[in-house]
């Protein structure tokens, strides 16, 4: 477990541990966090890696292990696009529905990587280029903080500003704008409300995100603090397993609401109908 890994400069009390493991590594002035950008794009550049070599050896009919794998999250996100979109096969919301399921999914799962590991890889890889263990924070779940479900919910809305326009028009989306849900005659405050409205859908995907992911992190530290006493380990090593298992539905289930509600807000911008 986790205090077992823990050789380098890791902090031995409780609340500079929690801290210590609850801090990104950042550059510059600390707005840029480098740790989620590489575990992110990281995760993302295998995925893109194995679908391209399956997209080489694709066999009909009778398709291997990892084929089947991705043939099933295929059908299973253009499953949920077509029965809460109104166009069937769209070219757009399919692919998307699946990125962010995908993405979302692999990097909610670094949650079950053990506390201490890649915070003990990123020392010793950072140690030769004159960094102390105890100046390297990493935080392995890049959804367990504000800026990558942000980012991704922020995406999502634009990209349904981009379709609402795509679908309506500049001046049919425009249209929409001022004159939904009350007509055109009330104006102002269909804006107000639509304006309330759009920064809800973004606020909402993020914080329900980054509260589920953020929640199951901290009890992984929590947890791992009972590897401070020798006793304690095997209360420590079944708690995890407990914990483990619980947190695999949390992170598949969150995946499948943050593809979800994506897929209704494009949705949404599509229907010609006052909802």
Excluded: C
């Excluded at 973004?202 to 947890?223: H, K, Q, W």
């Amino acid at each position: 477990m986790s205090s077992a890994l823990s050789f380098l400069a890791q902090p031995k009390v409780a609340s500079e541990y929690l801290h210590h493991h609850l801090v990104n590594f950042t550059a510059g002035t600390g707005f840029i966090n480098i740790d989620e950008i590489v575990v992110s794009w990281v995760l993302a550049g295998i995925v893109l890696f194995i679908a391209w070599r399956v997209g080489r050896r694709l066999k009909a009919g009778a398709p291997s292990g990892v084929q089947n794998v991705l043939e099933t999250l295929v059908e299973f996100a253009n499953n949920q696009t077509t029965s809460l979109f109104p166009r069937a096969n769209d070219p757009l919301v399919g692919p998307m529905a699946l990125t962010i399921f995908v993405w979302v999914l692999i990097m909610n799962a670094m949650d079950l990587v053990p506390v201490d590991l890649l915070t003990t890889i990123a020392q010793l890889i950072a140690l030769p280029f004159g960094f102390a263990p105890p100046e390297v924070h990493w935080r392995p779940v890049p959804t367990a903080g504000l800026a990558v479900p942000g980012a991704l919910a922020i995406s999502v809305f634009l990209l349904t500003i981009v379709y609402g326009i795509r679908f309506h028009g500049i001046l049919g989306y425009l249209k929409r704008l001022v004159s939904h849900p009350f007509g055109i005659y009330m104006a102002p405050f269909n804006l107000a409300i639509g304006a309330v409205e759009g920064l809800a859908k973004p606020l909402s995907l993020t914080l329900r995100l980054f509260g589920n992911m953020f929640a199951g992190e901290l009890i992984f530290i929590l947890i791992a603090l009972f590897g401070f006493t020798w006793w304690a380990l095997p209360i420590q090593g079944l708690l995890g397993l407990a914990w483990r298992a619980f947190e695999s539905l949390i992170i598949v289930i969150q995946a499948f609401i943050f593809m979800l509600l994506s897929i209704v807000y494009m949705a949404m911008v599509s229907d010609t109908e006052s909802h």
